[in-house]
């Protein structure tokens, strides 16, 4: 089955403690993205990748990394999280941009 | 990026037809427009994409006018399981998307 998995789905951090989300698809797609989606401001542009070893910045990139060592998978980083990071995140990826992209079931960070 | 501009919400019954316009004044030549259609607490699912004039799928149909400022996605017969957001994207393949607020489509019995 064609599927984006992320993990984990829901999670509560502190302040200051790094973390990473992991996004893994399994139909080798070339372009990969993440979203955050926060309650009146739909869906944000993180970072995306065209292809392995090819990222750049969203919309919202500040306080986020990601790497695309392997096509398959686009970890997000959150080296120091903080409480405005609270969010639900979305991973997708696809053969042609946002153009027809498959997303992930979303990530409920909550940084306390 | 062009900017979209859509309704925020809509009613409708079951079985009526229902059409969501998004305005996007600025689009680009390369540009393409993508709909996407969200429910609570799951990731976007793609639902129909075109350049210009009209496309239809099995879900849906997307007109489009000769200048490509706005856009109509036509839902057939909606069900209560239509009930979800609904966004609309202007843009290139190249990687970098805007999802506007979208519009939060509500069917009735």
């Known amino acids: 089955e064609a599927q984006v998995t992320q993990n984990p789905r829901y999670l509560i951090t502190v302040t200051g403690k790094k973390l990473t989300v992991t996004c893994s698809q399994n139909m080798n797609h070339e372009y990969m993205s993440w979203y955050r989606q926060d309650p009146g401001l739909g869906l944000r542009q993180i970072y995306y990748?065209?292809?392995?070893?090819?990222?750049d910045k969203g919309d919202v990139p500040e306080g986020y990394k990601v790497s695309r060592k392997e096509k398959r998978n686009f970890p997000l980083i959150l080296e120091s999280p903080s409480p405005n990071q609270t969010s639900l995140y979305f991973c997708a990826s696809s053969n042609k941009g946002i153009t027809e992209a498959f997303f992930g079931q979303g990530t409920r960070l909550t940084v306390v | 990026l062009a900017k979209t501009t859509q309704p925020i919400s809509m009613d409708s019954y079951e079985g009526q037809e229902v059409n969501i316009t998004c305005s996007h004044n600025n689009i680009a030549t390369n540009d393409y427009i993508t709909w996407y259609q969200q429910f609570p607490s799951q990731g976007p699912r793609f639902i129909i994409q075109?350049?210009?004039t009209k496309v239809t799928n099995e879900v849906a149909s997307l007109f489009i006018p000769a200048d490509r400022k706005s856009s109509t996605l036509s839902l057939p017969r909606v069900s209560l399981s239509d009930t979800a957001v609904y966004y609309c994207?202007?843009?290139?393949?190249?990687?970098?998307?805007?999802f506007g607020d979208g519009t939060t489509l509500t069917v009735k019995p």
């Open positions: 990748s065209m292809n392995v070893e090819v990222t």
């Open positions: 994207l202007v843009g290139t393949n190249a990687g970098k998307s805007t």
């Open positions: 075109g350049y210009k």
